[in-house]
């Protein structure tokens, strides 16, 4: 037991030109978090992101629990995408215990997880738009992605936390006619979502405000190890689904979407396209579909593996998300490390800070694509 | 009609490992031999073990020569029994497309104090963040998280942990959580 203040904890003298900002963490423009900006006159000299106020410790909880009982709240960093923060640790464990998913099940995440990754975007693109001024950007997709939750309730029974993948399968199979409601909904939202262009993505005022500022080169976003539509945007290809595709992304065609700038405004821009792709994904993974057969496998109570490791990762909404389990042979995990796209991202908010105009902060800093609850775990 | 029984054919586990991943693992073992271990190659994962006084040497050439240029997730485990601290990186490539799938797990390990101070003791390793630039905030959890003190990284202060936290770090197993 120390009390003792770690290094690098003391107090530095500043200069006289030079004024320290609390961004946070009650202010709405940055989420649960606090960034302490240094300003000088209007420009940011430096920027020290300062996450941890949604710390809840869920690593060491996944410690206590076994297998199982760790679902529930292992989704809970990002309830908007509680499908794709649980698809890595399922892959894991069904590795761990040797698990084989029924085909139907496949399809059926593959279809649950993307419903996931449209509800996260748009509940990101609301505040995006919020934050920039435009409320009509806040009340569309925040109306639009109710009907997705609709349709996520009706297959597995909770709006938001669903706790719907389990290892071996799915929790629950779909209700009959199912498909067809859930063909006519996404057909709906595609329709919708392409008239966000014409309101938002076209629109001179987000683009006088979005572009050019906070740009990110290809070099430096591959070194800062960036991922998700942060990575995208600065012109790298890469996206987990078809790198190394998990389940049956192999069988579906998956569009990668990627743009050069690296700005603000391309970053903007690329959840809204990966949801117009995952529109096409969930109708072809619903035509391929075995339209019968078992969603899960049986377990054994506290099912428990060998003395092994996995690292598992897939694309979520935020960019590749890793999960790291270690097992020694009891029924809790000896350690779960969940590897997050907003933690991974969190690098680029003091480097793309600096020098940029204090009013383009909220532009650059919510344009990353970055949950804080993620981030803290 | 005959009468015998044909018998199943009993395939033989395939016992090969995969080519392309064996070829980084025999790179790696043919430039440092016994100073790194190759602890599992599976397909699209690999896992290499090194002390901590070479760490530095293996990271620089796994970044120049197999050319991996990012870490994934930094990753700190406690081992009690053993009296050591492991801190497990994976790295990953998006310049090179072969290796788009591949996850290379470099461990090492720190020795571990029964009453850690943490920044004062000797649980110490040295830091990857010249490397892999990546690597600056996972570390700074680990620190938090292990008491695992990274030499050579500029900012090892605390991340997630309230800046008044004085108890063990919580991701030690001599941590326990109140009530469980």
Redesign the interface.
């Known amino acids: 037991?120390?009390?003792?203040l770690?290094?690098?904890?003391e107090i530095e003298k500043l200069d006289e030109r030079i004024m320290t900002l609390n961004v946070g963490p009650q202010h709405p423009g940055s989420g649960h978090m606090r960034l302490i900006v240094k300003v000088d006159g209007d420009y940011i000299v430096s920027c020290d992101p300062d996450?941890?106020y949604v710390?809840r410790?869920e690593?060491?909880?996944a410690e206590?629990r076994n297998y199982i009982t760790n679902i529930p709240h292992l989704e809970r960093p990002v309830i908007h995408d509680s499908c794709n923060i649980l698809y890595p640790y399922c892959l894991g464990v069904e590795e761990i215990l040797g698990l084989e998913v029924p085909e139907r099940a496949k399809y059926l995440r593959v279809i649950a997880s993307e419903l996931n990754r449209c509800v996260y975007t748009q509940y990101w693109l609301a505040i995006y738009g919020i934050f920039l001024g435009h409320s009509t950007m806040f009340m569309w997709p925040a109306g639009d992605r109710e009907l997705l939750i609709d349709a996520l309730e009706k297959m597995t029974g909770a709006r938001v936390t669903h706790a719907y993948f389990v290892p071996g399968g799915i929790r629950n199979d779909v209700p009959a006619n199912f498909e067809d409601m859930l063909l006519r909904r996404v057909d709906y939202f595609e329709k919708r979502i392409k008239e966000y262009a014409a309101i938002f993505y076209d629109n001179p005022i987000l683009i006088s405000r979005t572009r050019d500022a906070g740009i990110l080169s290809r070099e430096d976003a591959?070194?800062?190890?960036t991922t998700g539509s942060t990575?995208r945007a600065s012109g790298?290809d890469?996206d987990v689904r078809t790198?190394?595709p998990y389940d049956v992304y192999e069988e579906l065609d998956v569009k990668v979407n990627t743009l050069k700038a690296g700005d603000s405004y391309a970053r903007s821009k690329i959840p809204w396209l990966d949801m117009l792709d995952s529109c096409n994904i969930i109708r072809q993974a619903v035509q391929k579909m075995p339209k019968s057969g078992s969603v899960r496998v049986k377990l054994k109570p506290n099912p428990k593996g060998g003395n092994t490791?996995v690292?598992k990762?897939v694309e979520s909404g935020r960019g590749?998300l890793?999960c790291?389990i270690?097992s020694d042979s009891k029924p809790e995990p000896?350690?779960v490390?969940m590897?997050v796209g907003s933690?991974?991202n969190?690098?680029c908010i003091p480097y793309l800070l600096k020098g940029e105009k204090l009013g383009n902060m909220p532009a650059v800093y919510w344009s990353l694509n970055y949950w804080p609850v993620e981030a803290?775990? | 009609m005959s009468t015998e029984e044909t018998k199943p054919v009993v395939k033989a586990e395939a016992k090969e490992l995969p080519a392309f991943e064996k070829s980084i693992a025999d790179t790696l073992e043919k430039k440092f031999g016994s100073k790194t271990t190759i602890e599992f190659v599976k397909p699209t994962r690999i896992r290499v073990k090194v002390s901590k006084e070479n760490v530095l040497e293996v990271a620089k050439f796994i970044r120049d020569e197999l050319h991996f240029d990012h870490a994934e997730s930094v990753s700190g485990v406690d081992y009690p029994s053993q009296k050591e601290i492991e801190v497990v990186y994976h790295l990953g490539s998006y310049t090179d497309p072969e290796l788009a799938k591949q996850v290379l797990t470099l461990a090492t390990r720190a020795p571990r104090e029964e009453n850690p101070n943490p920044g004062n003791d000797s649980t110490r390793l040295p830091s990857l963040r010249e490397i892999f630039y990546s690597v600056e905030f996972h570390e700074r959890e680990c620190f938090e998280m292990l008491g695992v003190f990274f030499e050579g990284h500029p900012d090892n202060r605390r991340l997630l942990l309230p800046e008044d936290w004085a108890d063990l770090p919580p991701l030690r197993r001599d941590f326990k959580i109140k009530g469980r």
């Not at chain 1, 037991?1 to 003792?4: A, D, H, I, Y």
């Not at chain 1, 770690?6 to 904890?9: D, E, I, K, Y």
């Not at chain 1, 591959?222 to 190890?225: A, D, E, H």
Request: charged share 30%; proline share 7%.
């Open positions: 037991m120390t009390t003792q770690p290094p690098g904890l996450p941890g710390h410790g690593e060491k909880m206590y591959i070194r800062l190890g990575l790298v890469f790198k190394e490791e690292y990762r590749s890793g790291y270690i000896y350690r490390k590897s933690f991974r969190l690098i803290d775990r």
